[in-house]
C-alpha cells in the first residue's frame, strides 16, 4: 500500500468507524457486530502506524467513542475517562511489555488481569462516604448525569461501608448478565417491541431511561475496577480491587497477578473457552501493570494510558477484502463461488477464503471483488460472508458475471441448473475434473482405501482416458497402467491387486464412496445398519430416511435424488456388472456396540480417522462434537479444554489414548 492508497482507505475507515460509533455509542443501536467493528478499528490502526503522518486529531483512535445525550446535565469528569488499545495475540502483547519496559529503564514489571466485561463504563462520586453522582463516560472529559437512575442498581452503594473524608471516585462497568438479558429480551419480543441487539445496548439504553422506575424494572450489575482518591493510599491494582471490595464494591471474580508475558497470555488462553459459561458477557481481557506508581510514570498516548491493554479473544466475526472470486467444482458436481480474501483471524483459526453458495447469493447481497466484508464462522466451523460494508467499496470494484466465469474458469465442462434449484451443476459425470474429484473420494482411506490411487495417478488414468466414471478401475488390466509411464511391473501388480480387493467392500464404505451430497462416513453406517444393502438403500422412500435418527430432510432428499439421477442408475449397473458386491456384515455383540466416541486433541498411535474407523467395526460411533448421546471423551495430546468441560457438565467419561487402544483391543 503506497501513501495515496493508505490516505484513501483511511478516510474510508474513519467514516465507517465514525458511524459505527454514533450509532452505538449515542443512540444505542447496533449497525454491525462489535467484533467486525474491532477488526476495521485495528486496521485503521495498523496502517496510521504505517503512515503515521496520516493520524489526525479527529480520527476514531484518537478519541474515547461515544458523546453525552442531550438528554442529562453534563458532567466533566475529574480526570479523563480513558479507553484501551486492544490487542490480538502473544506478539502484540510482548511488544507492549517491551516499550514499557524500555520506557521505565528495565524496571521489573508485573501485571494485573481481568476479565472485561461487556456493559457501559460509568463513575461515581462520594462525598464524605455518600453518593452524590453518577455519570457516563461520554467521551471521556464529559459524560451524562445518571445519578437517579443508577440509584435504582442494587450493587452499587448509596453509603461507603467505611467511611472515607472527602471525594472518593470509583470507576466500573454497568452490565447485565446473560440470563437476564435473555428474559428481557424474550418479555419485549412478546408485546411487539423490537428486542435489543447486545447486552452493552440494553445497559446503556436502561441508564439513559428517563423514567427511574424503568431502571428498576431491570436487573443491572455495577461491577468496580479502579479507584480514584488523595484520601486512598494504594500501591497497586490488586490493592485497589482489595479496597473497593472492603467499601462495598462488586469486582471481577477472575482476576489475577502474573509475574511475565508467558504467565500472562496463559492466564488468557486459558479463559478463550472457558468465558463461555459465565454469567456476563465477554470479549477479552483487561491487562496493566501492577503497580500504580509506574502506571502514571508511563503516561497516556492518544485516548490510551501506556500501561494497559485489551486483550481480544479470538473474534466470531471480522472484516477484510475480497482479492478474487474463484468457483469450486465438488465431486458431486455443485459449482461454488469461492470469496479469497485477505488472511483474517476468526475464533482462533487463519480464515483465507469462504463459500459464496451460488451465484443468486452473490447478486442478493452484491458481493464484488474488492469490497470489504464481515465474514463470520457458523457454528464455529465454516467460513461464511456476511454482508459487504458498502461505504468501504473502492471505484474500481469488480462486479463478479458468474456464468462468464463458469465458462471461462470450466471450458472443458458443461453445466446446468434445473428450474427451482439456485445451483449450476457439472452435466452427468463426464467433465474429467468431476471425475478426477469422485475418484479420489472413492479410493481414500475413508472410503475404499485403494492403496495405490492417489491423487497423482488417478489424474494420470483419467488423462489419459482409461476411465470414464470410478466403476471403470475395476475394467482396468495390467497392460492398460503400464501403458502410463508412472508405473513398472511391481507397481502395476500392486495396483490391480489392490482394486481387485475391493471387489466386495463394507457396504457403509461403498456408499460413502459413492460421493452422495450430505452423506458422511457416520451417515453411512446408520444407512448401512438400517437398509442392509444397497438395492433397498436405492428404493428407500422418503419417510424411511427421515425416520433414521441424524437424517434431516435436505440429507433424506439428497439420498433419492442420487439414486434417481440416471448417470448414478447407470453407474450402479456398471458396479454390478463388474462383480463389484458390497457386504454387510452384521455385528452381532459387537463389544463397542450402542457406544459413542469423541476424540480430542492428537494421538501418538494412530490418525483420528484410523481411530473412527476402528470404533465403527467394532459396533461403536465415531462423533465429531460433544453431545448427549456421548459415551467417551478421548483426550489426547494438546487438547484444548472447551470438550473436556462439556463433558463434564455431562457427565460423560473422559479417558486417555491408552484406555481407547484397550477397548479396541
Known sequence: MNLKQAKQRIVKLREIIDEYRYNYHVLDKSIMNEEAADSLKHELERIESQFPELITSDSPTQRVAGSPSNKFKKVTHSRRMLSLNDVFDLDEVQKWSERATKLLEGEKLEYFADLKMDGLACSLVYE?????????????????????????????????????????????????????????????????????????????????????????????????????????????????????????????????????????????????????????????????????????????????????????????????????????????????????????????????????????????????????????????????????????????????????????????????????????????????????????????????????????????????????????????????????????????????????????PPLPKFIFGLGIRHVGAQTAIDLAENFKSLDKLSEATLDELLNIEGIGDVVAESIIAWFADPDNIELLKTFENLGVEPQFIELTNAPLSGQSFVITGTLEFMSRDEAGDKIRALGGTFQSSVGKGTTYLVMGKNAGASKAEKAKKLDIKVIDEPELLNMLQ
Do not use: C
Not at 472492603?246 to 511475565?260: E, I, P, T
Not at 486459558?270 to 501493570?289: A, C, H, N, P, Q
Open 128 to 504: 464524605d462516604g455518600m453518593l452524590t453522582v453518577g455519570a457516563t463516560r461520554g467521551d471521556g472529559y464529559v459524560g451524562e448525569d445518571v445519578t437517579t437512575n443508577i440509584r435504582t442498581i442494587q450493587s452499587i452503594p448509596l453509603v461507603l461501608r467505611q467511611k472515607i473524608p472527602g471525594r472518593v471516585e470509583v470507576r466500573g462497568e454497568i452490565v447485565m448478565y446473560k440470563k437476564d438479558f435473555e428474559q428481557l429480551n424474550s418479555r419485549l419480543e412478546k408485546v411487539g417491541e423490537k428486542p435489543y441487539a447486545n447486552p452493552r445496548n440494553l445497559s446503556a439504553g436502561t441508564i439513559r431511561q428517563l423514567d427511574p422506575s424503568v431502571v428498576a424494572s431491570r436487573k443491572l450489575y455495577f461491577h468496580a475496577f479502579s479507584l480514584v482518591s488523595e484520601n486512598i493510599n494504594t500501591k497497586t491494582w490488586q490493592q485497589n480491587y482489595e479496597t473497593l471490595q472492603m467499601l462495598g464494591f462488586r469486582v471481577g471474580d477472575n482476576h489475577a497477578v502474573l509475574k511475565n508475558v508467558k504467565a500472562l497470555w496463559e492466564f488468557a488462553e486459558s479463559w478463550r473457552d472457558k468465558r463461555l459459561d459465565l454469567e456476563y458477557f465477554t470479549d477479552g481481557m483487561v491487562v496493566k501493570i501492577n503497580s500504580l506508581d509506574q502506571f502514571a510514570r508511563l503516561g497516556v498516548v492518544g485516548k490510551a494510558p501506556r500501561a494497559a491493554v485489551a486483550i481480544k479473544f479470538p473474534a466470531e466475526e471480522a472484516t477484510s477484502i475480497i482479492r478474487d472470486i474463484v468457483i469450486s467444482i465438488g465431486r458431486t458436481g455443485a459449482a461454488t463461488p469461492v470469496a479469497v480474501f485477505d488472511p483474517v483471524i476468526i475464533a482462533g483459526t487463519t480464515v483465507r477464503h469462504a463459500s459464496l453458495h451460488n451465484s443468486d447469493e452473490i447478486k442478493r447481497k452484491d458481493i464484488r471483488i474488492g469490497d470489504t466484508i464481515i465474514v463470520y464462522k457458523a457454528g464455529d466451523i465454516i467460513p461464511q460472508v456476511e454482508s459487504v460494508i458498502e461505504k468501504l467499496r473502492p471505484k474500481n470494484s469488480k462486479k463478479f458475471d458468474f456464468e462468464h466465469e463458469l465458462k471461462r474458469q470450466y471450458s472443458d465442462l458443461q453445466f446446468e441448473r434445473h428450474e427451482g434449484d439456485v445451483v449450476w451443476r457439472v452435466k452427468g459425470l463426464t467433465g474429467p475434473l468431476i471425475l478426477k474429484r469422485g475418484l479420489e473420494h472413492f479410493a481414500n482411506k475413508g472410503a475404499l482405501n485403494i492403496e495405490g490411487l492417489g491423487e497423482k495417478n488417478v489424474e494420470a488414468l483419467v488423462d489419459n482416458k482409461l476411465v470414464s466414471s470410478i466403476a471403470d478401475i475395476y475394467k482396468l488390466s495390467k497392460k492398460d497402467i503400464l501403458s502410463l509411464d508412472r508405473f513398472a511391473e511391481l507397481s502395476a501388480d500392486n495396483l490391480i491387486k489392490a482394486i481387485g480387493e475391493t471387489k466386495n
